[in-house]
């Protein structure tokens, strides 16, 4: 019996681009099961990144519903979206996007700070997260003074210390060289086979997309292959 | 401020919901240090002018104000008020000798002189001109106020027939120390009233309407000669504070009978009051465009903030931080930019005071007549006043904070995901 954490139905999504509607999304319908690791893949303007936020609540669909973990996003105020993004998901840019003026380890604590967790309990997890990712000797350093490579890993680290049901990434590996992408994949590997990490990417990497578990191809707005229904 | 004492303050006891936004807020203040420097530098120097000048007027006014109570109006008047309202003769003040006594012995009062006062004709020889007669206890005045000091040449009264003159009217009626001066006036009954007094003194207080004018002579003969019993026109006080004033005024309002009139310096001298209120609101005018100019630079400092941090914020939208948690972060850089500046604009601001308190301020030549005229000395000494140390630091407190919320406000309408695109 499948277990969705992602539960799409009929997702569309339309942007004025200089007044020329453009489709990003066409009556999609998607899940995704607790424990998968998905690859949202296709051309720029192929939707996976609409698609990617419209799971995250950072966007909102013209139409069709969108279930995380049970909860539906269509009904959720702004500030309910803030919070079921922090408490229930995690997110990798393709920026890296940490907080300049926050060291690793404080970058890693500030998600649980806002999440009400004790000092000493977010002290001791964000080390012990920078631990295992690999990062014990720059848990000091300000993101100014990393490789892109192990700031995008205390990014990895900052989502997934809060233990989300989901952990979404936008074109995680694309400011990343091929050695630090295979480590980067490696690290997401590993969180969602050891630790049961739910995983979508967005991405037109054809390494993520080797590791990733199942491959969702999209083009102008609608899937076009999806492995998982092939193999079904 | 040390980032431990942040993370203390960042720190709820109990609820492990700790506030970031003050860690980060500080921090983020040195991300671009020129700009930093800059708005803070802007906040330091109004912060500064403001208080400095405010410190200034304050000193102004207090020696202002001493100044000419000191001179001949006292802190407070009694007057018999159908008297304030026609200044006739016989509206007077009975049972003087036992007011004064009472009065002298309420708390705060340090002395009290009697005045009787008349216009009358002066002659001397051959000339004569009007001269306002002032009936006084030479003892009292000189422990009450400063004019019968100002002796310039001869000696103040002593005798039952001594006349001090202003040196103008000296001057006019050609009256030199020795000579005989005749006065004539309307006693209380409407009778004439006659005195033959000697001229042992000419008097200068450098107000050219009272040298003009005014003539002293002792209170108990000029009683006599118009006919008034224990009578007096006015019961001028000296308190030991000008700034306790106003407080003795109810005071003597509460306990004297309801048919005296007891009036604080400001209203015996509105002329001054006016002045002083006049002087404060063109102050106020002032520091409010020197500190708005200010606050509007903070804006622009701000609006550049947000926009440049426009995809951090869109981060922090999307990792689940809610909007009014990023404006108090901006909340709070705007505090600890305004808090450098108004630290370092009033310890400069202190400092300046508390140095122009021991040396004060030349004003010049030019300026000598003019301060005389307005009852101040030649040099201006600033004073401390809690008024001067707040006001400005609290409006820029204030200004900053709006100055910060006006373009944070536009946080609130930010989508996460046009943020991030950097839109």
Known sequence: ?????????????????????????????????????????????????????????????????????????????????????????GFVFQAYNLIPVLSALENVEFIMQLQGIPAQERHERARAMLDEL?????????????????????????????????????EPSANLDSRTTEELLKLLQRLNEDHGVTIVTATHDPLVMSYAKRQVRLRDGEIIEDSARQAA | MSEAALDHASAEPGSGRGMPSIRIGWRNLWRNRRRTWLTAGGIAFSVFLVASFMALQVGQYDVMMENATALMSGHVQIQNPEYLDDARFEDTIEDAGALIDRIRATPGVLSVAPRVETFALASVGERSFGAQLLGIDIAAELETVRFVKMIREGRTLEGPDDAVLGATLARNLGAAIGDEVVILGSGREGGVAAMVLNVVGLLETGMA?????????????????????DEVHSLIIRAEDVARAPSLVRTLS????????????????????????????????????????????????????????????????????????????????????????????????????????????????????????????????????????????????????????LPALRIRSLKPVDALRGE
Not at chain 1, 151 to 168: F, G, N, S, Y
Not at chain 2, 370 to 399: C, H, K, N, T, W
């Open chain 1, 1 to 89: 019996m499948s277990d969705p954490v992602v539960r799409c139905r009929s997702i569309s999504r339309t942007y004025q681009d200089d007044s020329v509607p453009v489709r990003a999304l066409v009556n999609v319908d998607f899940d995704v099961d607790r424990g998968e690791f998905v690859s949202l893949a296709g051309p720029s303007g192929s939707g996976k990144s609409t698609l990617l936020n419209v799971i995250g609540g950072l966007d909102r669909p013209d139409e069709g519903t969108v279930e995380v973990d049970g909860v539906s996003l269509n009904e959720l105020s702004e500030s309910a979206l803030s919070d079921l993004r922090l408490r229930k998901m």
């Open chain 1, 134 to 170: 690999g990062l014990s000797g720059m848990s000091d350093r300000r993101p100014g003074e990393m490789s892109g490579g192990q700031q995008q890993r205390v990014a990895v680290a900052r989502a997934v210390v809060t233990h989300p049901v989901l952990l979404l990434a936008d």
């Open chain 2, 209 to 229: 309407d009272l040298d003009r004018v005014l003539m002293l002579a002792p209170i108990e003969p000029v009683r006599a000669a118009f006919g008034l019993g």
């Open chain 2, 254 to 405: 509460e306990e004297l009978p309801d048919s005296l009139e007891v009036r604080n310096w400001d209203r015996v001298l509105p002329e001054l009051k006016q002045g002083i209120e006049v002087d404060r609101i063109g102050g106020r005018i002032m520091y409010g465009i020197i500190m708005a100019l200010v606050v509007f630079s903070v804006v622009n400092s701000f609006i550049m903030t947000v926009f440049e941090r426009t995809r951090e914020f869109g981060m922090l939208r999307a990792i689940g931080m809610r909007p009014l948690r990023i404006i108090l972060m901006l909340q709070w850089e705007a505090f600890f930019v305004c808090l450098i500046g108004v630290a370092i604009g009033l310890t400069l601001a202190v400092g300046l005071t508390l140095w122009l308190m021991e040396v004060g301020i030349y004003l010049g030549e030019a300026m000598q007549d003019y301060a005389r005229q307005f009852y101040m000395p030649d040099r201006m000494y600033p004073a401390l006043s809690l008024e001067a140390l707040m006001v400005s630091p609290l409006v820029m407190f204030i200004g900053t904070q709006l100055a910060a919320l």
